[in-house]
């Protein structure tokens, strides 16, 4: 062909070549876990409620109340409020406004025990806090000794930790995995997949940075989270494949390993005690 057609028709093709589809983000699936997402997680991260407010913040409080003290606990933009009451010749109660309605006489309580650590007492409990109108989460709750010196620091705070989440549901490369989130999703969190099934984290082997490329099972991926918004995509540029966790029970085959003695010398485990009962002190 020539003329105007075939002119026509090169800038067709070239207009298609230039349109590459961009490969389509892998499905999420998002469901709220109400407690227990501490244990999934492998920890927690403590947070701090401090008493330094009055009893404004309240419509109406519970009666007999002896030596009060006022805070919020807070995570995100909610807060709820509680009261401490810690009376000199008794055991502390504590109360929560679970539904942020100002009355804390209508609320469930909160468990509140109380140990004996050497000379000091220390509490610890659990609770829970309304986070919408289908929503409720649990939190965990511990308060040291107020006159314990050594944590002067905490002497007018409540310390508590988040037991709910979210948690993601999806595939990569066609194998389903599960992570759980305690916090808002952002660039730069770290997010424990369990990769093994064995029920523990290993920090260098299975967590998730999000909008950081990883590869666990062949494909490099990418977990971004624009507005807190989760979503998986695969990388732009690989990244080599991270091993499995090393199995450390008792009763599996010692790892191998280089090490470098006190002369100096290298020294390769088990291949230079071949034969020999060896005892690892680490």
């Known amino acids: 062909m020539s003329g105007p057609g075939r002119f026509q028709l090169s800038t067709a093709i070239l207009a298609l070549a230039c349109f590459v589809p961009s490969a389509p983000a892998e499905e999420i699936k998002e469901t709220f876990i109400s407690k227990g997402l501490t244990e999934k997680m492998g920890g927690y991260r403590p947070l701090r409620a401090e008493m330094d407010q009055d009893a404004s913040i309240v419509t109406k409080a519970p009666e007999g109340l002896k030596?009060?003290?006022?805070?919020?606990?807070?995570?995100g933009d909610q807060k709820w409020a509680f009261i401490l009451d810690e009376p000199e010749d008794a055991d502390g109660s504590l109360y929560i406004d679970v539904n942020a309605d100002g009355d804390?006489?209508?609320?469930?309580?909160?468990?509140?025990?109380?140990a004996k650590v050497g000379e000091f007492k220390q509490y610890?409990?659990?609770?829970?806090?309304?986070?919408?109108?289908?929503?409720?989460?649990?939190?965990?709750?511990?308060r040291f000794d107020p006159k314990d010196s050594r944590r002067a620091v905490l002497a007018n705070t409540l310390m508590f930790y988040t037991d709910f989440g979210t948690e993601l549901s999806f595939q990569l490369d066609g194998k389903p995995f599960t992570v759980a989130v305690g916090?808002?999703?952002?660039d730069g969190k770290s997010l424990p997949l369990d990769r093994d099934g064995n029920g523990r984290i290993s920090r260098r082997f299975e967590v998730i940075t999000i909008g950081k490329p990883f590869n666990f099972t062949g494909t490099s991926y990418v977990l971004s989270a624009a507005d807190g918004t989760p979503k998986l995509d695969?990388?732009?540029e690989p990244v080599e494949q991270t091993p499995l966790?090393?199995?450390?029970?008792?009763?599996?085959k010692a790892l191998s390993f280089t090490a470098t003695n006190m002369n100096g010398e290298a020294v390769k485990f088990p291949g230079d005690?071949?034969?020999?009962?060896?005892?690892l002190d680490f």
């Open 124 to 142: 610890r409990g659990g609770g829970q806090v309304k986070l919408d109108d289908k929503r409720t989460g649990e939190i965990g709750l511990y």
């Open 183 to 186: 916090e808002t999703l952002a």
């Open 245 to 252: 966790p090393p199995n450390l029970t008792v009763g599996q």
């Open 67 to 75: 030596n009060p003290k006022y805070g919020y606990i807070t995570t």
């Open 273 to 279: 005690y071949k034969g020999r009962l060896v005892m």
């Open 234 to 236: 695969k990388a732009a």
């Open 104 to 114: 804390l006489t209508n609320d469930a309580r909160p468990k509140w025990m109380v």
